[in-house]
């Protein structure tokens, strides 16, 4: 939040820090969909003096702009912008001349979803006059209505109080990739509890990655399970991501954590995920043992090791009718 009207560098009322706290706290909600390792590159637009909103990624590169620093956003281009991952900004609330007919975090918005990739995930701190204040008619009515805001967190009235100011705000996460897995509300409180860091999603991805390309064939069978189920494509990759979340006696857990897992690695919500083990549970194809256990049904643990060790050779499905069953159930076979 700042004051673009100002005609010298000093400090006003009007320039506000984000609150290194409340910084943390926006940091926290963002890590928890999204893995560090996953974000490469940050735009802030009004980077401030010190770029306070990207403080908790010091491995990010940042695409700064602030106008008092002579690089103005709204000069920003599509090409300066096109690696960006993630959009981190508090832009100013009060207008300036150029666009004193306008309403600032609008004007700001409109530019960034101009400028940046598709789909990329934007984090925004709003007065809450910018959802609340609009009319029928309004054409930033119309414009809310075509965003993807998937998250909201309320801040209270005196969140920058460190600063004298006084002010009705809130935060928005806007776009559905990695958001949609976050919850609809936030309060901006010491109670609220966010979720855990994705911090072992890396290996974990890279593990999956390296299973496609190599295993593509297995890929191909468990998709094909699933349709042969009438089952989504998504039931089948999440059936080769389960391989490796099992231990040695082929059983899982499903809590959490590993949903929001399982989530990013097959692009989807984790609520999507406790669908799809509902479907897999309902299709025999895993067994529920006990509260957020679960056993694996299409493989062995000699065939699984094989997996894991990339020791076979072929790859095939056997159909098995067991006693008083009226469908067979597949069964992976590895040589």
């Known amino acids: 939040m700042q004051n673009t009207a100002l005609k010298n560098n000093a400090p006003a009322k009007s320039d506000i820090a984000t609150p290194l706290e409340l910084v943390k706290f926006i940091s926290d909600i963002v890590c928890s969909v999204i893995p560090k390792d996953n974000i490469r590159t940050i735009l802030d637009p009004c980077a401030g003096l010190d770029n306070r909103l990207t403080h908790y990624f010091p491995d990010a590169n940042v695409i700064s702009y602030e106008k008092k620093l002579g690089k103005d956003f709204f000069e920003a281009r599509k090409v300066d912008c096109s690696e960006v991952d993630l959009v981190l900004v508090n832009p100013p609330f009060n207008n300036d001349v150029k666009h004193k007919k306008t309403f600032l975090p609008?004007?700001?918005?409109?530019?960034?979803?101009?400028?940046?990739?598709?789909?990329?995930?934007?984090?925004?701190?709003?007065?809450?006059?910018?959802?609340?204040?609009?009319?029928?008619?309004?054409?930033?009515?119309?414009?809310?209505?075509?965003?993807?805001?998937?998250?909201?967190?309320?801040?209270?009235?005196?969140v920058f109080e460190d600063d004298g100011i006084l002010f009705h705000t809130e935060i928005v996460f806007i776009g559905s990739r990695y958001f949609s897995k976050l919850k609809p509300h936030y309060t901006y409180h010491e109670n609220t509890v966010v979720n855990k860091h994705l911090k072992n999603s890396k290996s974990f991805q890279s593990k999956l990655l390296k299973f496609i390309e190599i295993d593509s064939s297995l890929l191909s069978v468990t998709r094909n399970i699933a349709f042969s189920l009438s089952l989504q494509e998504r039931a089948g990759h999440l059936l080769a991501a389960l391989i490796y979340k099992l231990d040695s006696s082929n059983k899982f857990i499903?809590?959490?954590?590993?949903?929001?897992?399982?989530?990013?690695?097959?692009?989807?919500?984790?609520?999507?995920?406790?669908?799809?083990?509902?479907?897999?549970?309902?299709?025999?194809?895993?067994?529920?043992?006990?509260?957020?256990?679960?056993?694996?049904?299409?493989?062995?643990?000699?065939?699984?090791?094989?997996?894991?060790?990339?020791?076979?050779?072929?790859?095939?499905?056997?159909?098995?009718?067991?006693?008083?069953?009226?469908?067979?159930?597949?069964?992976?076979?590895?040589?």
């Open 106 to 158: 609008e004007e700001f918005l409109r530019k960034i979803i101009d400028v940046v990739p598709t789909n990329t995930p934007i984090v925004m701190i709003v007065p809450a006059g910018f959802r609340q204040n609009v009319r029928k008619k309004s054409k930033r009515l119309l414009f809310l209505s075509t965003l993807e805001i998937s998250s909201i967190v309320s801040l209270p009235l005196d």
């Open 254 to 335: 499903i809590n959490a954590d590993s949903r929001s897992e399982l989530a990013v690695l097959i692009d989807t919500s984790p609520q999507v995920i406790t669908n799809q083990i509902k479907a897999l549970v309902e299709c025999h194809l895993i067994t529920k043992i006990a509260r957020g256990t679960y056993s694996y049904n299409l493989l062995s643990s000699e065939n699984i090791q094989k997996i894991l060790s990339q020791n076979f050779e072929s790859i095939s499905v056997e159909l098995k009718y067991f006693k008083n069953d009226l469908s067979p159930k597949p069964l992976i076979i590895l040589e």
